[in-house]
């Protein structure tokens, strides 16, 4: 897309090997698809506004299959950034809730400590409340889909991985109770002492209605070989609100992560500003093979309710 030149993406265009973006490439209000090996942008590339959100689905599917390819150092399999990508969707209300009763492995049935407004065919995240790897290795954070939803109660599509804890405990003079009542006078030298331990199962709701991704593909699965997004160097900007990354970053590679600000505030070593303006926000990450949110001599960025 050449300098100058602000083309609006309204259909799927076949699969492109590649995608260099000089100028500017905006998302028509429609659901759309793109599927490229790597996407360099040193103009602009957008999906929706700060002040009008993307309310469609968006999905950009990155694939390179040469893991040697070095688009200008950057590897490849990336969206490089070092112009400006600006990303904002619609990320749920509430993200995060909590278990709010005991719930045995294998069940399909969820209470929540809210009424959380999510949807049939969101992906949420439950925390284990055991050990690591306790029940043989089978207490880990399980990623799940939402069959069905009535308020505070939901139904998953596969059951729990193993035993989940859901209830407040209270501490009282004979000790912690699943009851509240009989509760001890606090002590004025530890004025504000909780006298409720709550350890339930965190649930967070990664579903977004954008998102980049790798292909589950045997890079993938043989290299953890998957998509990462590089804002990189001082004249880069980055916006993004309510973005999803599914299978992100590249295993044992430097610097490929699946969201990297790179040396935004400095160049040649020394400080040139902060990036005021720029953020990361409402967004997740499903499936990382290199860590998640990198900040490398970024200044000033806002970064917040992320997942």
């Known amino acids: 897309i050449p300098q100058g030149t602000h083309m609006i993406l309204d259909e799927n265009p076949p699969n492109l090997a590649s995608l260099t973006i000089n100028g500017t490439l905006e998302f028509a209000e429609k659901d759309l698809e793109l599927s490229c090996g790597w996407i360099l942008v040193n103009g602009v590339l957008q999906i929706g506004s700060e002040l009008n959100p993307f309310e469609h689905r968006a999905r950009i599917i990155i694939n390179a299959n040469d893991r040697n390819e070095n688009i200008m150092g950057m590897g490849t399999r990336g969206i490089m950034v070092m112009g400006s990508i600006i990303i904002n969707g619609i990320a749920p209300q509430t993200i995060y809730t909590k278990l709010n009763s005991n719930t045995l492995a294998g069940s399909t049935q969820l209470v929540t400590s809210h009424n959380t407004g999510w949807s049939v065919g969101d992906q949420i995240v439950i925390a284990p409340t ?74 967070t709701n990664v579903s977004r209605n ?98």
Request: proline fraction near 3%; charge should be neutral.
């Open 130 to 203: 055991d050990f690591y790897n306790a029940a043989n290795g089978n207490s880990v954070s399980q990623l799940v889909e939402i069959n069905s939803i009535n308020q505070n109660n939901i139904s998953i599509n596969v059951g729990l991985n193993a035993n989940r804890w859901g209830s407040l405990q209270y501490v009282t003079a004979n000790g912690l109770s699943l009851t509240p009542g009989n509760l001890p006078i606090m002590d004025t030298a530890l004025n504000g002492t909780p006298l409720v331990l709550d350890e339930r199962a965190l649930i």
């Open 210 to 307: 954008i998102s980049i991704e790798a292909p589950n593909d045997a890079l993938w699965q043989q290299f953890g070989f998957g998509v990462h997004i590089m804002i990189m160097g001082i004249s880069s900007s980055a916006k993004i609100n309510g973005l999803q990354v599914i299978r992100g970053g590249q295993a044992g590679i430097v610097g490929r992560y699946p969201i990297h600000f790179h040396q935004k505030s400095y160049q040649s070593n020394s400080f040139v500003s902060d990036v005021n303006g720029d953020y990361l926000r409402n967004s997740s990450i499903v499936e990382s093979s290199q860590r998640g949110i990198v900040i490398h001599g970024t200044n000033g960025l806002e970064v917040k309710r992320n997942i």
